[in-house]
C-alpha cells in the first residue's frame, strides 16, 4: 500500500497549483548564507497592508467594516511588530560579527547596509511629497484633505524645518518630534537612532547569562508599560516613540536570542498554538483590547512564525503573503502620499465630505481603488528604487573596502528586514 505525503506536503503541493509559486523549505538562505524566514517576511507584509487600513480611515478612504471593528483604529500596533521584528532579524543577520567586539569596519559595513535599505525609498517619497505639497494649490486650490484626525492636514505639517527633520531622519527625535509629510516616516526616524545602538546592545546581551537576557526582556516590558501609563488615554501611540521602537527592537533581540540558543518550547511549533494565537490576536484588535495585551501577542505571534512547521507556516509561504512581504516597505512608505492625493483629489470634486460623507458600498470602492494603486506603486518602487539602489550602495562599498590586488572583499547584504 503506497505511502501517503504528510499533510503539510499536500498543501504546498495544492498552494504551488493554486499560486504558481513553490515554497521547497521553511527557511531559505540569502546571498550571505544566513537564514531567510519566509514567515516573517509574509507577516511583515501583512502588518504592512494593516497600516494601510489604519491609515485610510484617517483619510475616510477605509471601507464600509471599518466602523465594525476597532481593527483599523488599532492599526498603528503593527508598527510595534516591526520593531520587534526588527531586533529579531537584525540580531539574526548581524549578532554573530558583534559577538566578539564592535569593529570600526563591522560597524560601518552594518550602518552602511541599513542606510541603503531605508533611506533611498525615504528620500524619493519624501521629494514627492514636496513636489505635491508644491503643486497642490494650482492643482486643487487652497485646500488640504479633509481627515479624520484631531486638527486634519494644514501649513503645519509642511514646514521648512520639518522638511530638513525628515531629510535627516530626525523627525521623530526629541529635538524635532514632530510628524508631517510622509507622515509614517516617524518609524524608521526611530529605528535610524535605534540601529547605533545595536551593536553595543548585541554585545552586552551575547556575553551576559542567560539571567541577563531576561532581565533585559523584563526592563523593556516595564518601559513600555511606564509609556502606556502615562498617556492619557493609555496607548503606546502618544508620544515617547524612539523610548517604545528602543524597547521593542531590544525585546526582539532578546526573542532572536532565545530562539537561536533553542531555548523555546516545542510546544510553540505546534499548529494549534499558532492558530489560537493568531485568533487571540485579532479578537484583541477587534475589541480594542489594551496595547500591551496586543504587544505580548504579536511577540508570541513572532515566535511561533518562526519556529512553526505545519500549516500554519505553509499558509505564510505561499505566493501572495509572501509578495507583499517583499515589497512592505514600498507599502508602507508609499501609501501616505497615495491616500494624500486621492483624498486632495475627492476633495476638490465633491468638498469636504466627498469621501467621509459616502455610502458604504462607495468607500469599498474608494478603498479597493486605492490598495491597488499603493501596491501597483509599490512594485514600482521596490523593482526601480529600493532593490537597485541597495545593490549600487553596497556594490560601492564593496569596491571601497576591496584590497588593492582585487582579492575578494566581504559578501554584504541590505535586504535583511
Not at 516573517?40 to 483619510?59: E, K, M, N
Not at 537576557?213 to 492619557?232: D, P, R, S
Request: hydrophobic share 55%.
Amino acid at each position: 500500500m503506497p505511502t501517503l505525503p504528510p499533510p503539510r506536503v499536500i498543501f504546498l503541493s495544492v498552494a504551488d497549483r493554486l499560486l504558481n509559486h513553490t515554497v521547497t523549505s521553511e527557511q531559505r538562505s540569502n546571498v550571505t548564507g544566513k537564514t531567510y524566514f519566509v514567515p516573517l517576511t509574509s507577516l511583515r507584509g501583512i502588518a504592512a497592508v494593516l497600516v494601510v487600513l489604519f491609515h485610510a480611515q484617517i483619510f475616510g478612504l477605509a471601507p464600509y467594516f471599518a466602523s465594525a471593528t476597532m481593527l483599523p483604529v488599532k492599526g498603528y500596533l503593527w508598527v510595534d511588530f516591526f520593531f520587534m521584528l526588527s531586533g529579531f532579524v537584525i540580531a539574526h543577520s548581524y549578532g554573530q560579527r558583534f559577538v566578539a567586539g564592535v569593529s570600526w569596519r563591522d560597524l560601518g559595513d552594518y550602518l552602511t547596509a541599513r542606510f541603503a535599505r531605508i533611506y533611498p525609498l525615504h528620500l524619493v517619497m519624501l521629494v514627492a511629497f514636496l513636489a505635491i505639497e508644491l503643486a497642490r494649490p494650482a492643482i486643487f486650490g487652497d485646500v488640504y484633505p479633509a481627515a479624520n484626525r484631531a486638527g486634519g492636514f494644514g501649513p503645519v505639517d509642511f514646514t521648512t524645518p520639518s522638511f530638513f527633520g525628515h531629510l535627516f531622519l530626525v523627525q521623530a527625535w526629541p529635538l524635532h518630534a514632530h510628524t508631517s509629510w510622509n507622515a509614517p516616516a516617524w518609524s524608521i526616524s526611530c529605528e535610524a537612532a535605534v540601529y547605533f545602538v545595536f551593536p553595543v546592545l548585541f554585545l552586552a546581551l551575547a556575553r551576559r547569562a542567560r539571567s541577563a537576557l531576561y532581565l533585559a526582556g523584563l526592563l523593556a516590558l516595564a518601559t513600555l508599560g511606564v509609556l502606556y501609563g502615562i498617556a492619557q488615554p493609555h496607548s503606546l501611540d502618544a508620544g515617547y516613540n524612539i523610548v517604545r521602537c528602543a524597547a521593542e527592537f531590544t525585546i526582539g533581540v532578546c526573542l532572536y536570542r532565545l530562539y537561536a540558543e533553542h531555548h523555546l518550547s516545542a510546544f510553540l511549533a505546534r499548529d494549534v498554538v499558532a492558530w489560537t494565537v493568531a485568533a487571540l490576536l485579532l479578537l484583541s484588535l477587534h475589541l480594542g483590547l489594551p496595547d500591551l495585551l496586543v504587544v505580548a501577542e504579536l511577540a508570541l505571534m513572532l515566535l511561533v512564525a518562526v519556529v512553526n512547521r505545519g500549516f500554519f507556516a505553509a499558509a505564510l509561504e505561499t505566493r501572495l503573503p509572501e509578495f507583499l512581504g517583499r515589497i512592505s516597505y514600498s507599502i508602507y512608505m508609499v501609501h501616505f502620499p497615495v491616500f494624500f492625493v486621492a483624498a486632495l483629489a475627492a476633495r476638490a470634486v465633491g468638498g469636504p465630505q466627498a469621501l467621509l460623507g459616502q455610502s458604504p458600498a462607495v468607500r469599498v470602492v474608494f478603498f479597493g481603488a486605492a490598495l491597488a494603486a499603493v501596491i501597483a506603486l509599490s512594485t514600482l518602487t521596490y523593482n526601480a528604487i529600493e532593490v537597485p539602489c541597495r545593490k549600487a550602495i553596497m556594490a560601492r562599498h564593496r569596491r571601497r573596502l576591496a584590497p588593492p590586488n582585487g582579492g575578494g572583499g566581504l559578501v554584504l547584504s541590505a535586504d535583511t528586514d
